[in-house]
């Protein structure tokens, strides 16, 4: 259950980074019109820890 919650946090944590770097302009909290390079690499980190959180969901669990 603990790795679950885990992974859909960081799921939900990387769409999240993703959908704020992007619309940043729109939202009011961009620096520069159009996308600039921070958001490029806001959204990045953001699908890097999408992918981490789908992997980790999808990762079997070890038998001890």
């Not at 959908?19 to 958001?39: C, E, H, K, M, R």
Request: proline share 2%; net charge positive.
């Amino acid at each position: 259950m603990r790795k679950k919650l885990i992974s859909w946090l960081l799921i939900i944590a990387g769409v999240l980074l993703i959908v704020v770097f992007l619309t940043a302009d729109l939202i009011g909290i961009g620096s520069y019109p159009g996308i600039n390079s921070a958001q490029i690499i806001g959204a990045a980190v953001g699908a890097a820890v999408t992918l981490i959180g789908v992997w980790y969901l999808l990762s079997k669990q070890k038998k001890e």
